[in-house]
């Protein structure tokens, strides 16, 4: 059945149209069969309480200042009916492990997770097979708790993933978001972070995109409170005509007095067909803030490459190892083996 999302994951500021950088619209689109039930396994629940809301006119979304859309969450609230909750109340001594195995079906989420005061726990989301996914996780970090979340979208070709995650941290909590996006040759992806006062959040983005595949990205981190602390890093590599847009922004609202933020975009170039575009941008209303902002694109260093060659390897090992290099720093804060071992065959796969 083809369906159309349009005016999806808007940039908070307009520039010019015909840049084509405003917003995303997905038009007739064929999405898969709705499936009732999904393949989804969860590894290592600890202490964790799992229960479900009905979706009703009163059910509250976080607040977020740059949301997915209307056309999409009007489709989320017209075919799923239930909102999973999901509530950590004590420390997880390992990491939970969410997979979700699409077989050429749609699968609709909305997710409501809850990290209680004082907590620290870990949580893997990992997407594989071939289909339509499209969700809303909200993630609640009260005062004073720890959160990594980790999203791996593996999903592969003749696949669309449309997901929007907004996270409240309230003061003194810390919550660390990192979004891998290896598979889809349609990939939509909206992130918002609302700090209060004291709270810390970071935004860590991967990508692997070629041939013609989409991929647009809108993160944003909200200080609205004194003293708290941002952090987006983003690397990406682009083959073939894959298509990018990255939107970034830091925005120090009035009264997040000594807050700071800083954002950074990292590309890697494979081809001369690629079509890369990224807007990093501060906005401000408070004058006793920190704010940076940047964003670079490049081949691959020729006299790195050169001396990789000179000690044995093929042109093909090489950019390989160049590549993987890059993503290192961003696998390390993946505290579960297997799933890097999975990424690193991914990439090995995919390149060139």
């Known amino acids: 059945m083809a369906n159309t999302l349009k005016k999806i994951n808007e940039s908070p500021v307009s520039t010019y149209r015909w840049l084509g950088v405003n917003e995303c619209n997905i038009e007739n689109r064929d999405f898969y069969e709705k499936k009732s039930q999904i393949h989804r396994s969860i590894k290592d629940k600890g202490n964790v309480v799992f229960s479900e809301e009905l979706l009703g006119v009163e059910t509250q979304i976080l607040p977020s200042q740059i949301p997915m859309g209307e056309s999409f969450r009007s489709y989320i609230n017209d075919n799923t009916n239930k909102v999973q909750v999901i509530n950590i109340k004590e420390d997880t001594k390992e990491p939970m492990v969410f997979e979700y195995n699409l077989d050429k079906e749609t699968y609709i989420e909305r997710e409501k997770f809850i990290l209680e005061e004082g907590v620290n726990g870990t949580f893997l989301f990992v997407q594989k097979g071939v289909g339509t996914h499209l969700g809303i996780r909200e993630i609640h970090a009260k005062p004073g708790s720890i959160g990594k979340i980790i999203k791996v979208n593996f999903l592969e070709k003749d696949s669309l993933d449309v997901f929007e995650t907004i996270v409240k941290a309230e003061k003194g909590s810390k919550i660390e978001i990192i979004h891998i996006n290896l598979g889809s040759d349609v990939t939509v992806d909206n992130l918002n972070i609302h700090l209060e006062e004291e709270a810390e959040g970071s935004i860590t983005g991967m990508y692997l995109a070629g041939n013609k595949d989409q991929l647009d990205m809108n993160y944003y981190l909200e200080h609205v409170g004194k003293n708290s602390s941002g952090d987006i890093d983003v690397k990406g590599v682009l083959d073939g005509e894959a298509q990018k847009i990255f939107r970034g922004t830091i925005d120090f609202k009035k009264g997040a007095k000594k807050a700071n933020g800083r954002e950074h975009e990292e590309v890697m170039l494979l ?18 803030v920190y704010g940076e902002h940047s964003a670079s694109c490049g081949r691959i260093d020729e006299d790195k490459l050169f001396y990789l060659m000179s000690r044995g390897l093929s042109l093909e090992e090489s950019k390989k190892m160049m590549i993987e290099g890059n993503f290192n720093p961003i696998l390390d804060k993946i505290a579960h083996q297997s799933i890097v ?4 065959s991914v990439i090995q796969r995919r390149v060139l």
């Open 271 to 288: 081809s001369d067909k690629v079509r890369n575009r990224a807007i990093p941008l501060i906005l401000c209303t408070e004058d006793d």
């Open 341 to 344: 071992d999975e990424i690193k």
